[in-house]
């Protein structure tokens, strides 16, 4: 099974692929079974186990990374687009990531100038209290507009995407649902 975000050792150079080390480094039992790693809001790594617990990665020693299919297909770049038309519209626009490294990250990629004199927003969904059901924040004024990005709907529907890509195949870029009769 691939995980949608994987965890580099800075001091190694290396990802760490093995659930059992994972488990070790984050201060675990690796007997307690590998379930999968998340993200805290600050970036630090945490790895989940299968009984509920969860162990804290020294962000100064490890990373998390997101596969490489995934990254640089312009998704963050051309919701950016959007985010600066829509303010420039006069909307009020919130852009939400999944953590506060990566929300300054594309902070700084805007432009702090360009954010501040449009007003445009750069928060994650824990700060801004993002209701996942309807992708927005219940009592705002109509004016708000949420942006998402993917990583923020990745690593929130980590388990689901995981179930919905498990029988695809893989066809260059693109994934093809396989639908076969089952016999």
Same mark, same amino acid.
């Given at each position: 099974?691939?995980m949608?975000?994987?965890?580099?050792?800075?001091?190694?150079?290396?990802?760490?692929?093995?659930?059992?080390?994972?488990?070790?480094?984050?201060?675990?039992?690796?007997?307690?079974?590998?379930e999968?790693?998340a993200?805290?809001?600050?970036?630090?790594?945490? /790895?989940?186990?299968?009984?509920?617990?969860?162990?804290? &990665? !020294?962000?100064?020693?490890?990373? +998390? $990374?997101?596969?490489?299919?995934?990254?640089r297909?312009?998704r963050?770049?051309?919701?950016?687009?959007?985010?600066?038309?829509?303010?420039?519209?006069?909307?009020?626009?919130?852009?939400?990531?999944?953590?506060r490294?990566?929300?300054?990250?594309?902070?700084?990629?805007?432009?702090?100038?360009?954010?501040?004199?449009l007003? /445009?927003?750069?928060?994650?969904?824990?700060?801004?209290? &993002? !209701?996942?059901?309807?992708?927005t +924040? $219940?009592?705002?004024?109509?004016n708000c507009?949420?942006?998402?990005?993917h990583?923020?709907?990745?690593?929130?529907?980590?388990?689901?995407?995981?179930?919905?890509?498990?029988?695809?195949?893989?066809?260059?870029?693109?994934l093809?649902?396989?639908?076969?009769?089952?016999?």
């Open positions: 099974m691939e949608i975000m994987r965890i580099y050792d800075i001091e190694n150079k290396e990802y760490i692929e093995d659930g059992d080390t994972l488990m070790r480094v984050s201060g675990q039992d690796p007997r307690m079974g590998f999968s790693v993200v805290q809001g600050d970036g630090t790594p945490i /790895v989940c186990d299968q009984c509920g617990n969860f162990g804290y &990665l !020294d962000p100064n020693k490890y990373q +998390v $990374r997101y596969l490489e299919e995934r990254k297909t312009g963050t770049s051309r919701m950016l687009s959007e985010a600066k038309s829509l303010a420039e519209q006069g909307r009020d626009v919130y852009v939400v990531f999944n953590d490294s990566q929300a300054n990250h594309w902070r700084n990629m805007f432009g702090e100038a360009l954010a501040e004199k007003g /445009v927003k750069f928060e994650t969904a824990h700060e801004v209290g &993002l !209701d996942w059901e309807i992708m +924040v $219940r009592g705002t004024h109509p507009v949420f942006l998402i990005d990583t923020a709907i990745e690593q929130r529907y980590k388990k689901q995407l995981e179930m919905m890509n498990k029988y695809a195949v893989s066809t260059g870029n693109l093809r649902m396989v639908s076969e009769p089952v016999t």
